[in-house]
């Protein structure tokens, strides 16, 4: 008989945790469903608010590439003459205050190597939402100058001043478009368009709360031969190291 009682005690409690596990699992899917739906719901100018929000920050890649060495892969530690291999990166993203440049606009500069003065990418980020495709767009600036505004992220009064004339656009058509949402913002150029003579480029983003990701490759435009691109398209995957602002 007590035999028979201990049995039917522990029945009785698997099936209990049947339930809260089910239970668990329902609340999760509801949860999921519902921060899904509001995402839905959100307008095109909530998710660039929400851009604007997540991406400043500073970033780096070393946990990824902690992680990639450990099994073997390719690293770009010094020179950028690797095959496939990743580069370590620090990314710095600044909200800055240029009307000329529209109301939502972004300092980014990245470094590889881990050296400061080793620009990766320099760049003035423009977002808007197009009001004629109702899309969120980046519109991407480079400096002409390239040393003027270096470390100019830890001091943001360096740019006061700064206009279109000492800027170059990549153009309209090479706009990163915020595609889809899914917890995260994917943004990249459209197809072939960011095209300049025999090549195009691929620039994407995959922007998280507490991670940006992004990967980048030029194909030749008559035979999809890949002229260049690092870890073979796979995403550096950055880490976030300061809060948001």
């Given at each position: ?51 604007m ?72 980020y ?5 009001d ?8 991407l600036?480079?400096?002409?100058d ?38 995260k ?26 991670s940006?990701?992004?990967r ?30």
């Amino acid at each position: 008989m007590m035999k028979f009682k201990s049995v039917y005690r522990s029945a009785a409690a698997a099936a209990a945790i049947l339930v809260l596990s089910a239970c668990a699992t329902t609340n999760s899917q509801e949860t999921s469903s519902a921060s899904a739906a509001a995402t839905a719901e959100m307008t095109q100018a909530q998710h660039l608010a929400k851009i604007m929000e997540w991406w400043p920050g500073d970033y780096n890649n070393d946990r990824q590439l902690v992680q990639l060495e450990a099994e073997g892969k390719p690293i770009w530690r010094v020179d950028d003459t690797g095959k496939g291999g990743h580069i370590e990166v620090t990314s710095h993203y600044r909200v800055v205050d240029m009307p000329e440049f529209g109301e939502n606009v972004l300092y980014v500069e990245e470094t590889k190597h881990g050296d400061p003065t080793n620009i990766f990418r320099q760049r003035i980020y423009e977002l808007y939402v197009d009001d004629e495709t109702d899309q969120v767009r980046v519109t991407l600036w480079t400096f002409k100058d390239k040393e003027k505004y270096v470390g100019a992220w830890r001091d943001l009064s360096r740019l006061n001043g700064l206009t279109k004339e000492e800027m170059s656009s990549f153009g309209r058509n090479c706009d990163l478009v915020m595609a889809q949402q899914d917890g995260k913002y994917h943004l990249a150029m459209n197809g072939k368009d960011c095209a300049f003579g025999e090549n195009y480029f691929s620039y994407q983003v995959l922007l998280g709360p507490d991670s940006f990701w992004f990967r980048d490759k030029i194909t030749r435009l008559a035979d999809e031969v890949v002229i260049s691109q690092a870890g073979e398209f796979t995403y550096h995957e950055l880490d976030r190291l300061t809060p948001a602002n």
